[in-house]
């Protein structure tokens, strides 16, 4: 008979485990940061770039007028905003009280949408796929470090 012991060295398993639920909450809070900061700048972006808004813009009725659409002193734009919303969660959006007529039209008024989200709060396609291939890609970082330190 013959019989052989292998012992595994398990530490840097150990390590790593140790160290996951560390990267989990710096991945997610990452994340986050990353989705305020995106989505925010999109809508700011939205104002001078056609390209960033969610659907075209109706033309102006004022044609005299010589500042851009929505932008007359900047405060709108200014006041786009994101805050933390518990661990999980981020909050974007803007105080201005008529943010909410321009972004959705009212019965005199067409909607000029510059967040990039609907009534539901849905994203738009293209602002939900480049936060899904960044979310992923710090997911991806995180899991990495895990073990080393």
Do not use: C
């Not at 013959?2 to 990267?23: C, H, L, W």
């Not at 900061?37 to 999109?42: G, K, L, N």
């Not at 932008?71 to 969660?89: F, V, Y």
């Not at 067409?110 to 710090?138: H, W, Y």
Request: aromatic letters at 10%.
């Amino acid at each position: 008979m013959i019989e052989v012991v292998v012992n595994v060295d398990t530490s840097k398993f150990d390590r790593a485990m140790a160290d996951f639920p560390v990267r989990i909450a710096q991945a997610q809070s990452r994340a986050l940061w990353y989705i305020g900061q995106a989505v925010s700048s999109r809508a700011q972006q939205a104002f001078r770039t056609s390209a960033f808004r969610p659907s075209p813009w109706a033309p102006r009725k004022d044609k005299k007028a010589k500042h851009p659409l929505l932008i007359r002193s900047g405060d709108l734009r200014q006041s786009i905003t994101w805050r933390w919303n518990g661990d999980d969660a981020v909050v974007v959006g803007s105080p201005a009280k008529y943010a909410r007529y321009h972004q959705f039209g009212t019965k005199r008024m067409p909607a000029r949408p510059f967040f990039p989200f609907d009534e539901q709060g849905r994203l738009t396609a293209g602002m939900k796929s480049k936060i899904d291939k960044n979310v992923a890609r710090i997911f991806k970082e995180e899991m990495g470090k895990l073990g080393r330190g």
